[in-house]
């Protein structure tokens, strides 16, 4: 059974950066495409990136875009979000998702790590 | 981008009756080259993430009970939970993958 374990939220001031981790068990790493998919308190879901199974495609949302990173190390089965120049509008509960090869749905999800930007 | 507006917002209904969640798409979601609605349903239970619940429109996902359908193509989608339960109480979600970015529904709150 697919499981996904988010790590490395908190607090952080604006402007700082955080780095998420995701690690992986239960399925085939390297099969399948990594997202990162956020919820802002008590609101709903905004995909924000995702990287293909070989790591070589990535794609982010505008409202992220030249603030976050995506990377994924299949030797370690892990997925990770660099985020940058954060935003008191990024405090949200990140999950990581995972997807089919070639769909952007999300069949696995961890159970998400808060964080809250604020000074 | 593809908007996503689901309604009602928010949806009580008794126990073992029939549950309608609604969705539509301001554009099409269906793909003519295989004939598939690239849209998917999840369920999101309070302090949990989202479950995928329905893939493709109408494909439930292994393990979901049959109770839980979805239909609909093009513009227009649905989700129906029959017999409701008491554990069917969560937010609901539509989503569409026909084009990056993936979007969402604004998600609809389901009480008994």
């Known amino acids: 059974q697919a499981q996904l374990v988010e790590s490395g939220g908190g607090v952080v001031q604006p402007g700082r950066p955080l780095r998420l981790s995701c690690a992986a068990s239960?399925?085939?790493?390297?099969?399948?495409?990594l997202h990162w998919v956020r919820q802002a308190p008590g609101k709903g879901l905004e995909w924000l990136s995702v990287i293909s199974y070989d790591g070589n495609t990535k794609y982010y949302a505008d409202s992220v875009k030249g603030r976050f990173t995506i990377s994924r190390d299949n030797s370690n089965n892990t997925v990770s979000l660099q985020m940058d120049s954060l935003r008191p509008e990024d405090t949200a509960v990140y999950f990581c998702?995972?997807?089919?090869?070639?769909?952007?749905?999300?069949?696995?999800w961890g159970q998400g790590s808060l964080v809250t930007v604020s000074s | 981008d593809i908007v996503m507006t689901q309604s009602p917002d928010s949806l009580a209904v008794s126990l073992g009756e029939v549950a309608t969640i609604n969705c539509r798409s301001s554009q099409s979601l269906l793909y003519s080259s295989n004939n598939k609605n690239y849209l998917v349903w999840y369920q999101q239970k309070p302090g949990q993430p989202p479950k995928l619940l329905i893939s493709w429109a109408t494909t439930r996902e292994s393990g979901v009970p049959d109770r839980f359908s979805g239909s609909g193509s093009g513009t227009d989608f649905s989700l129906t939970i029959s017999r409701l339960q008491a554990e069917d109480v969560a937010v609901y979600y539509c989503?569409?993958?026909?084009?990056?970015?993936?979007?969402f529904g604004q998600g609809t709150k389901l009480e008994i």
């Open positions: 239960g399925f085939i790493f390297s099969d399948f495409s």
């Open positions: 989503q569409q993958y026909h084009l990056s970015p993936p979007t």
């Open positions: 998702a995972r997807g089919p090869r070639w769909s952007y749905y999300f069949d696995s």
